[in-house]
């Protein structure tokens, strides 16, 4: 484990359906990645200076090794100490329903650098899980269609999750994300995985096995989220967070049900009390 692992978690209300025990409050754990500005740092604590990190040591051009401040020969090389990367938490972010389709990016809420600052995985809140239909009784249910990266779609390997490779707009494709990229799909809470439509895979795992830090308690309940794996590689051009958008389909399409889903939901809506709304 890195030490961005310690992770400052918290939650600030943003309404009714983040209060008392409603676990959309973890929608709103913001990701505050604990390295504070070195070079603020040696600013104030001279007498406690650390050594430059790589990121220093190409912004300044200096010819002092980074990990011991000794002088580079010819003969050596600055070591790999992986991506650094700074998120500005924001605690105005909401979590939107979805009603119907659509292709959409999410809120990140929690990240975690593994191996050595090489690997990135992402939590992403998409949205609110909708209620039962009026219509007919059933609840909501959810397709992951597509999964775009910078604005390419992803075309996953057999197992729905490990990216093969990816083409942009005019068909092109591109090699790059090729095993650099994993995405994990849930539809209302941890034990919900899913693949995208004309995938299967019986092995799916729980969220909190994919992503670390997790445990059972991290629910997300009532939720509709991802998390995403990104492998970093210079020579790739993969070296900051991608971003991420999901072709995502709702069942509960029809107006009356869209509307009466709003009117008496709790969390998202008005609610409402069923016997105060006229369904005949």
């Known amino acids: 484990m890195s030490?961005?692992?310690?992770?400052?978690?918290?939650?600030?209300?943003?309404?009714?359906?983040?209060?008392?025990?409603?676990?959309?409050?973890?929608?709103?754990?913001?990701?505050?990645?604990?390295?504070?500005?070195?070079?603020?740092?040696?600013?104030?604590?001279?007498?406690?200076?650390?050594?430059?990190?790589?990121?220093?040591?190409?912004?300044?051009?200096?010819?002092?090794?980074?990990?011991?401040?000794?002088?580079?020969?010819?003969?050596?090389?600055?070591?790999?100490?992986?991506?650094?990367?700074?998120?500005?938490?924001n605690t105005n972010n909401k979590i939107p329903v979805l009603y119907g389709a659509a292709t959409f990016g999410g809120d990140i809420i929690d990240v975690r650098l593994e191996d050595n600052n090489n690997t990135l995985y992402a939590a992403l809140v998409l949205s609110e899980v909708t209620g039962t239909k009026i219509s007919d009784s059933t609840a909501s249910a959810y397709t992951l269609n597509e999964v775009f990266v910078n604005g390419e779609k992803i075309l996953f390997k057999s197992d729905g999750i490990t990216c093969d490779y990816t083409i942009d707009t005019e068909g092109n494709r591109n090699n790059n994300y090729l095993d650099m990229v994993e995405v994990y799909f849930y539809a209302d809470g941890r034990t919900n995985p899913q693949v995208p439509e004309?995938?299967?895979?019986?092995?799916?795992?729980?969220?909190?096995?994919?992503?670390?830090?997790?445990?059972?308690?991290?629910t997300m309940d009532n939720l509709l989220f991802a998390i995403v794996k990104v492998k970093y590689s210079k020579d790739k051009g993969i070296d900051n967070i991608p971003e991420f958008k999901f072709s995502v389909t709702n069942t509960m399409t029809l107006p009356g049900d869209v509307m009466y889903d709003y009117m008496t939901n709790d969390r998202y809506g008005a609610g409402l009390e069923p016997s105060e709304i006229s369904v005949s």
Request: glycine share 10%.
């Open 3 to 89: 030490g961005w692992d310690t992770v400052i978690e918290g939650a600030k209300s943003l309404g009714r359906f983040v209060s008392g025990d409603s676990y959309g409050a973890y929608a709103v754990r913001i990701a505050a990645l604990t390295a504070l500005s070195r070079k603020l740092k040696r600013s104030i604590d001279k007498d406690n200076q650390e050594p430059l990190t790589l990121q220093d040591f190409k912004a300044t051009g200096s010819t002092l090794n980074p990990s011991n401040g000794n002088p580079i020969t010819p003969t050596q090389e600055a070591p790999e100490s992986g991506t650094r990367l700074q998120l500005n938490p």
């Open 198 to 218: 004309y995938y299967t895979n019986l092995g799916l795992q729980n969220a909190d096995q994919i992503m670390p830090g997790w445990t059972t308690r991290h």
